[in-house]
C-alpha cells in the first residue's frame, strides 16, 4: 500500500538513542593484529578515545579497481585483502555508497565504482568477515551528489513528490534487506549525501527533504532498528548555514540521529571551527555529530595521467599540513581528536583511502580500464544521465595522492595513524616541510623579505628558521603599483616561496569585504523580478573563494536570465590628479567549462560626480582563474566624488563567481 508524507506527524520508527558498538570482537575466526609497530611515524595520542568511538574509512571503490587488476598489499608488502588491512590497522567502520543505478541504456557504467547495492553488498560481507560495520551511504541518485548537484534517479524523473517519497522508503527498504540477508552489520545509514540546503533527488525546497529524510529514516528503522541515521552536508566554514539547516530540520520535525558533516582542510575552515558549529547542534537538538567524510594528500605526485584535485600549485585555499606521510597522519589525528572531543562526537570517517591507480604505463592503458570497471571517476557511459560534468570531464582517480596506499597499492605508513591514536606512537623528529610566506605591504611602506620561516617537523611543530630569498628588487617593485610576486628562498637545505602582495594607498574602504558584509558598498538588483536569496540567487561577501584574505564578493545564480545587479563605492577626493582603478574577478559556469563570452556582461566603470566616465570589460572563465580589470587616466578635481562599481549580468543557469580587492589609487 503506497504512503501518502505527512512532515507534522512523528514517522514510526524506534530512536537509536546508543551508539552500536565498533570493535572487531564479532567476526568468528578474525583476530586483528597486534604487532602493527612504527619507528618513524609520530602519532599523539587522543586522550580519552572511546573503544566505540567511528574510525571509519570510505572504501567505495575496491570492487572495481580489484576488477582492474589492482592488489593491496600490507606494511610487509605481503598480498592480503585490503578489508584485513584495515582491520588490523584499527579501522572499525567501512563506508560505501550507493546509487540506484549507475548505468546506462546499454548496462555501461558511470564509474566512480560503479557502487549500486550489489556493489555495497560485496564490500559488506568482506568488511563483516573482519569484524568492522557498515556506514551505508544512499546518494539517491544515479551518480554523484554533492553540494552542486543532487541529480533524480532516472526511474523517479516523473514522480510526484509524494511518489517520491514512496520510492525512497521502498528503495532504501529492499537495499537494506540485501544486505540483511547477507549477513552484513549495518551500524549507520545516511540519508542523503551532502545536501546542502535541503536538496537531494531532484527536490529543492528543504520542506520536501524533510519528508525525503523522514522517508528514509522510517525505512531504516525497519530492517535496522538499532542502526543510526546521518544526515549529511558540507562547507561546515559556512557556521550559519549549518544553523539554520539544524534549525530546520527540528522545525520540521525530521527524524535522525547524526548531524554529519564532511572536512577537508584545504576549503573548509578551522578545526576549531567545525567542533563549535558542531558542538552547538549537538547540544540544542540533543544530536550526535560526526565527521563523514575527511582526507589529505600525501603526495602531490599524480601517477595516473590524469590530474588531481589536489595539487601543490591548485585547487585548495589552504596549506594546513605538509603533502606528505606525516601531514597526512597529523590531518587525521587532528580530525579525530578534534570530533572525540565535540560534544556527542562519534565517529571520523576518511573518504577513499583505498582509491589507487589502476598503475598502467599510460593514460590509453589506464582508460581501458576505467571505461570498462568504472575505476575512475566517471566514464563516458555518463553522457546519459549527466552531460554537463561526468559526460564532458571523465576520466581517472583525481585523488590517489590521497589515498593510504601507494600507487602500487602497498599500504602506507600513515594508515598505522587509526591503530596507534588511542596510546599514541614515538619516533624520532625530522623537518617534515617548511611553509611558505605570505605577505602583503603598501607601496609607502619601507619593509624587507621575512628573515624566517616556519619550518613543519613530523611531530606538526613549527619552528622559525632563517631563510635566503634570490634577489629580488623591492623599490622596482614598488614603483610598478599594485602587484604579485612568487620569490623562491632556500631554508634548511630546502626550496621555500615568498608570496608577496604590493598595494598602493587605496581609497577604497572595506574593498577586499573583509568586514564579512558589504560595509561601505552599495548593491543594486537590477532584475527586480528575482529577490536575493541565499539558495537561489546569491550576491554577498563569503568565505568561498577570497583571492586574498578571508572573504571575497560572491553571486551564485541558479536559473537563467537571473544575473543582473551592480556593486559600488563612492568616495570625495581631495586631492586632484589622475587615479587609476582595478579589481579583481573570477568564477565559472555550472559545469566548470569555460564561459562563453557572449553569456556574460561583465564590467569595472568609473563613474565621477554621477557621471560615466570609463568602463573595462572582464569575464569569468573558470575556477582559480582571477583577472584583473584595470581602467587607468581616470582625471579628477578636488572634491570630486568618485564611483568604482562592478556590473555582472549573464543569462546563463549556474552562473557564479567572486569580485575582490577593488582599488582606487593616485597616480599623479
Given at each position: 500500500?503506497?504512503?501518502?508524507?505527512?512532515?507534522?506527524?512523528?514517522l514510526?520508527?524506534?530512536?537509536?538513542?546508543?551508539?552500536?558498538?565498533?570493535g572487531?570482537?564479532?567476526?568468528?575466526?578474525y583476530?586483528?593484529?597486534?604487532?602493527?609497530?612504527?619507528?618513524?611515524?609520530?602519532?599523539?595520542?587522543?586522550?580519552g578515545l572511546?573503544?566505540s568511538?567511528?574510525?571509519?574509512?570510505?572504501?567505495?571503490?575496491?570492487?572495481s579497481?580489484e576488477?582492474?587488476?589492482?592488489?593491496?598489499y600490507?606494511?610487509?608488502?605481503e598480498?592480503e585483502d585490503?578489508?584485513?588491512i584495515l582491520?588490523?590497522?584499527?579501522?572499525n567502520?567501512?563506508?560505501?555508497?550507493?546509487?540506484?543505478?549507475?548505468?546506462?541504456?546499454?548496462?555501461?557504467g558511470?564509474?566512480?565504482?560503479?557502487?549500486?547495492i550489489?556493489?555495497?553488498?560485496?564490500?559488506?560481507k568482506r568488511?563483516?568477515?573482519?569484524?568492522?560495520?557498515?556506514?551505508?551511504?544512499?546518494?539517491?541518485?544515479?551518480?554523484?551528489?554533492d553540494?552542486s548537484?543532487?541529480?533524480v534517479?532516472?526511474?523517479?524523473?516523473n514522480m510526484d513528490y509524494?511518489?517520491?517519497?514512496?520510492?525512497?522508503?521502498?528503495?532504501?527498504?529492499?537495499s537494506?534487506?540485501?544486505?540483511?540477508?547477507?549477513?552484513?552489520?549495518?551500524?549507520?545509514?545516511?540519508?542523503g549525501?551532502?545536501t546542502?540546503?535541503g536538496?537531494?533527488?531532484?527536490?529543492t525546497r528543504?520542506s520536501?527533504?524533510?519528508?525525503l529524510?523522514?522517508s528514509?529514516?522510517?525505512?531504516?528503522k525497519?530492517?535496522?532498528?538499532n542502526a543510526?541515521?546521518?544526515?549529511h552536508?558540507?562547507?561546515?566554514?559556512?557556521?550559519?548555514n549549518y544553523?539554520?539547516?539544524?534549525?530546520?530540520?527540528h522545525?520540521?520535525?525530521?527524524?535522525y540521529d547524526?548531524f554529519?558533516?564532511?572536512y577537508y582542510?584545504?576549503?573548509h575552515?578551522?578545526?576549531?571551527?567545525l567542533?563549535?558549529?558542531l558542538?552547538?547542534i549537538?547540544?540544542?537538538?540533543?544530536?550526535?555529530v560526526?565527521?563523514?567524510?575527511?582526507?589529505?594528500?600525501?603526495?602531490?605526485?599524480?601517477?595516473d595521467?590524469?590530474?588531481?584535485?589536489?595539487?601543490?600549485?591548485s585547487?585548495?585555499?589552504?596549506k594546513?599540513?605538509?603533502?606528505t606521510?606525516a601531514?597526512q597522519?597529523?590531518?587525521?589525528r587532528d580530525?579525530?581528536?578534534?570530533i572525540?572531543?565535540t560534544k556527542?562526537?562519534?565517529?571520523?570517517f576518511y573518504?577513499?583511502?583505498?582509491?589507487?591507480?589502476?598503475?598502467q604505463p599510460?593514460?590509453e592503458e589506464?582508460?581501458?580500464?576505467?571505461y570498462e570497471y568504472?575505476?575512475?571517476?566517471?566514464?563516458?557511459?555518463?553522457i546519459?544521465?549527466?552531460?554537463?560534468?561526468?559526460?564532458k570531464?571523465?576520466?581517472?582517480?583525481?585523488?590517489?595522492?590521497q589515498?593510504l596506499?601507494?600507487h602500487n597499492?602497498?599500504?602506507?605508513?600513515s594508515?598505522?595513524?587509526f591503530?596507534f591514536?588511542?596510546?599514541?606512537n614515538?619516533?624520532?623528529?625530522?623537518?617534515?616541510?617548511i611553509?611558505?610566506?605570505?605577505v602583503?605591504?603598501?607601496?609607502?611602506?619601507?619593509?624587507?623579505?621575512?628573515?624566517?620561516v616556519n619550518?613543519?617537523?613530523n611531530t606538526?611543530?613549527?619552528?622559525?628558521?632563517?631563510?635566503?630569498?634570490?634577489?629580488?628588487?623591492?623599490?622596482?617593485a614598488?614603483?610598478?603599483?599594485?602587484?604579485?610576486?612568487?620569490i623562491?628562498?632556500?631554508a634548511?637545505?630546502?626550496?621555500?616561496?615568498?608570496?608577496?602582495?604590493i598595494?598602493?594607498?587605496n581609497f577604497l574602504e572595506?574593498?577586499?569585504?573583509?568586514?564579512?558584509d558589504?560595509?561601505?558598498?552599495?548593491?543594486?538588483n537590477?532584475?527586480?523580478d528575482?529577490?536575493?536569496?541565499d539558495?537561489?540567487?546569491?550576491?554577498?561577501?563569503?568565505?568561498?573563494?577570497?583571492?586574498t584574505?578571508?572573504?571575497?564578493?560572491?553571486?551564485?545564480?541558479?536559473?537563467?536570465?537571473?544575473?543582473?545587479f551592480e556593486?559600488?563605492?563612492?568616495?570625495?577626493?581631495?586631492?586632484a590628479?589622475?587615479?587609476?582603478a582595478?579589481?579583481?574577478?573570477?568564477?565559472?559556469?555550472?559545469?566548470g567549462d569555460?564561459?562563453p563570452e557572449?553569456?556574460?556582461n561583465?564590467?569595472?566603470y568609473i563613474?565621477?560626480?554621477?557621471?560615466?566616465?570609463?568602463?573595462?570589460?572582464?569575464?569569468?572563465?573558470?575556477?582559480?582563474s582571477?583577472?584583473?580589470?584595470?581602467?587607468?587616466?581616470?582625471?579628477?578635481n578636488a572634491?570630486d566624488?568618485?564611483?568604482?562599481?562592478?556590473?555582472?549580468e549573464s543569462?546563463?543557469?549556474?552562473i557564479?563567481?567572486?569580485?575582490d580587492?577593488?582599488?582606487?589609487?593616485?597616480?599623479?
Amino acid at each position: 500500500m503506497k504512503r501518502k508524507i505527512n512532515l507534522l506527524i512523528p514517522l514510526v520508527g524506534m530512536c537509536a538513542g546508543l551508539l552500536v558498538g565498533c570493535g572487531n570482537s564479532e567476526a568468528p575466526g578474525y583476530k586483528p593484529r597486534t604487532d602493527i609497530t612504527s619507528d618513524t611515524l609520530y602519532v599523539k595520542k587522543v586522550d580519552g578515545l572511546k573503544d566505540s568511538f567511528m574510525l571509519g574509512m570510505d572504501a567505495s571503490s575496491v570492487i572495481s579497481l580489484e576488477d582492474s587488476g589492482v592488489k593491496y598489499y600490507n606494511h610487509e608488502g605481503e598480498e592480503e585483502d585490503v578489508f584485513k588491512i584495515l582491520a588490523d590497522n584499527g579501522v572499525n567502520y567501512i563506508r560505501v555508497r550507493v546509487w540506484n543505478d549507475p548505468y546506462n541504456s546499454s548496462g555501461k557504467g558511470y564509474g566512480g565504482g560503479n557502487n549500486d547495492i550489489n556493489k555495497a553488498v560485496e564490500i559488506g560481507k568482506r568488511a563483516t568477515q573482519y569484524g568492522m560495520k557498515l556506514l551505508v551511504d544512499f546518494h539517491y541518485s544515479d551518480f554523484w551528489a554533492d553540494p552542486s548537484k543532487q541529480m533524480v534517479p532516472k526511474a523517479w524523473k516523473n514522480m510526484d513528490y509524494f511518489e517520491k517519497c514512496d520510492a525512497l522508503y521502498d528503495f532504501t527498504v529492499e537495499s537494506l534487506q540485501k544486505l540483511k540477508s547477507n549477513g552484513v552489520k549495518v551500524g549507520m545509514v545516511q540519508v542523503g549525501n551532502e545536501t546542502n540546503g535541503g536538496k537531494m533527488a531532484g527536490e529543492t525546497r528543504f520542506s520536501f527533504f524533510a519528508g525525503l529524510v523522514n522517508s528514509g529514516y522510517k525505512a531504516v528503522k525497519k530492517v535496522f532498528p538499532n542502526a543510526l541515521v546521518a544526515v549529511h552536508f558540507a562547507n561546515p566554514e559556512k557556521t550559519q548555514n549549518y544553523l539554520n539547516w539544524a534549525e530546520q530540520l527540528h522545525e520540521l520535525d525530521v527524524k535522525y540521529d547524526v548531524f554529519g558533516s564532511s572536512y577537508y582542510p584545504y576549503w573548509h575552515g578551522t578545526l576549531e571551527n567545525l567542533s563549535d558549529v558542531l558542538s552547538q547542534i549537538a547540544t540544542k537538538y540533543n544530536k550526535k555529530v560526526a565527521c563523514l567524510e575527511t582526507s589529505y594528500a600525501f603526495s602531490s605526485e599524480n601517477t595516473d595521467f590524469f590530474n588531481n584535485t589536489i595539487g601543490e600549485t591548485s585547487g585548495y585555499n589552504v596549506k594546513p599540513y605538509p603533502f606528505t606521510i606525516a601531514g597526512q597522519a597529523n590531518e587525521i589525528r587532528d580530525v579525530v581528536d578534534t570530533i572525540a572531543h565535540t560534544k556527542n562526537g562519534i565517529g571520523v570517517f576518511y573518504w577513499e583511502g583505498t582509491w589507487v591507480s589502476v598503475n598502467q604505463p599510460s593514460y590509453e592503458e589506464n582508460s581501458k580500464l576505467w571505461y570498462e570497471y568504472g575505476s575512475g571517476w566517471a566514464t563516458p557511459y555518463a553522457i546519459e544521465y549527466d552531460p554537463n560534468d561526468a559526460g564532458k570531464y571523465y576520466g581517472g582517480c583525481a585523488v590517489e595522492n590521497q589515498a593510504l596506499f601507494d600507487h602500487n597499492g602497498r599500504a602506507l605508513e600513515s594508515l598505522k595513524t587509526f591503530k596507534f591514536l588511542k596510546k599514541g606512537n614515538d619516533a624520532p623528529e625530522y623537518v617534515d616541510g617548511i611553509e611558505d610566506a605570505n605577505v602583503s605591504y603598501y607601496t609607502y611602506e619601507d619593509f624587507s623579505l621575512p628573515e624566517t620561516v616556519n619550518v613543519v617537523y613530523n611531530t606538526n611543530e613549527k619552528r622559525a628558521v632563517p631563510v635566503v630569498w634570490d634577489a629580488f628588487d623591492i623599490p622596482a617593485a614598488k614603483a610598478a603599483g599594485n602587484g604579485k610576486y612568487r620569490i623562491h628562498g632556500v631554508a634548511e637545505r630546502r626550496d621555500v616561496y615568498c608570496n608577496l602582495t604590493i598595494l598602493e594607498k587605496n581609497f577604497l574602504e572595506n574593498y577586499g569585504f573583509e568586514t564579512g558584509d558589504s560595509s561601505n558598498w552599495t548593491v543594486t538588483n537590477l532584475n527586480p523580478d528575482v529577490p536575493f536569496s541565499d539558495s537561489g540567487y546569491k550576491v554577498k561577501p563569503t568565505t568561498e573563494n577570497p583571492q586574498t584574505g578571508s572573504y571575497a564578493f560572491h553571486f551564485w545564480c541558479d536559473a537563467a536570465d537571473t544575473c543582473k545587479f551592480e556593486v559600488e563605492q563612492s568616495v570625495n577626493l581631495t586631492a586632484a590628479g589622475t587615479y587609476k582603478a582595478q579589481a579583481s574577478l573570477m568564477g565559472g559556469g555550472p559545469t566548470g567549462d569555460t564561459v562563453p563570452e557572449t553569456e556574460q556582461n561583465m564590467y569595472l566603470y568609473i563613474k565621477v560626480n554621477d557621471v560615466l566616465v570609463a568602463q573595462q570589460s572582464g569575464k569569468v572563465t573558470v575556477y582559480k582563474s582571477w583577472t584583473d580589470i584595470k581602467i587607468t587616466g581616470i582625471t579628477v578635481n578636488a572634491g570630486d566624488k568618485v564611483t568604482v562599481g562592478m556590473h555582472v549580468e549573464s543569462s546563463l543557469k549556474g552562473i557564479w563567481g567572486d569580485i575582490d580587492d577593488v582599488m582606487l589609487n593616485f597616480v599623479e
